[in-house]
Each structure stands twice: as C-alpha cells, then as structure tokens.
C-alpha cells in the first residue's frame, strides 16, 4: 500500500531524514511530503515573488498566505500527517498543522518529547499516536503496511 505523509514541525534537527532513511532501509512504499524547511526562503517568498513590504507585519502576512498554499494542499493530500514538535522554540505553525489536519479527519501521528506532555495534550487527544522517536514513526508506518 503506498502512503503519502506530511511531516510537519520543527525545521531544526534531522528528524525528517531519520524518518526518510528508516522508510528507504524498510523498503516501505511512503511518500514524504512537508512544508519548505529552508528558513529564509520561507520567509522571504511574500517579498521575493510579490515584492517587498516595508512593515515586517505585512512581509510575515504574504508569507504566511504563500506558504499555506503549500501547506494545505500537501495536508489535504496526505493519508497521515505526522506533526513533530521539538523542544526549542514555539513551533505554532506545528500546531496548526495539527489542528487542521485534525479538522479535515486525518490520521495523525504526533512525536514530542514526554516533557512536553502536558502543554500538548490536546493535540496529543487528536492523535491517533503519540510518540518520541523518528524510528517509532518508522515502525507505525511499517505496522500500517504489514499484509497481516
């Protein structure tokens, strides 16, 4: 069975490619999808293809919208979502990922550390899976496509 994943969160450890190492030595028929993790380009989309903006909230706000397309399409795509949140940084595009992906019925799969437990357990209460590792992620996609 092949599986599209949106893997949504934090840009600042090599959690994707964990996960994408682990399905590529499983053999497992997944394809990855997620947003653009090049922190700059995110950023500067708005100014780059719409033109500059002199107030930081307008620049951010053209972003935000450009990126959302992305976003919205590869989440609307995906059979899972797999929503990771690291313990730097407020990662609230993180959140709403989850929270949308929620809304639109899909299944997912969110990694944390247990010390953030508590200030995600209502994301966690829309998962079908909690977990802390890459490789616990690798290892449900693998029980996912098991033939029994």
């Not at 964990?18 to 500067?44: F, K, M, R, Y």
């Not at 059979?79 to 949140?85: G, L, M, S």
């Not at 940084?89 to 992906?101: E, I, L, P, T, V």
Request: aromatic fraction near 6%.
């Amino acid at each position: 069975m092949k599986l599209s994943v949106y893997l949504s969160g934090e840009i600042h450890t090599d959690w994707r490619e964990a996960i994408a190492n682990g399905v590529q030595q499983a053999g497992l028929e997944v394809e990855l999808t997620g947003p653009n993790t090049n922190h700059a380009a995110s950023d500067d989309c708005g100014d780059e293809i719409l033109g500059a903006e002199d107030t930081p909230f307008w620049k951010d706000h053209k972003a935000a919208k450009i990126n959302a397309l992305r976003t919205r399409k590869l989440i609307a795509d995906a059979d899972i979502v797999v929503v990771r949140f690291g313990d730097k940084y407020k990662q609230w595009n993180a959140a709403f990922d989850a929270g949308y992906a929620a809304a639109l019925g899909k299944s997912l799969i969110v990694q944390h550390d247990p010390s953030l437990t508590h200030p995600l357990k209502e994301v966690d209460a829309a998962a079908m899976a909690t977990c802390e590792t890459p490789q616990q992620v690798v290892e449900i996609l693998q029980y996912i496509n098991r033939d029994q």
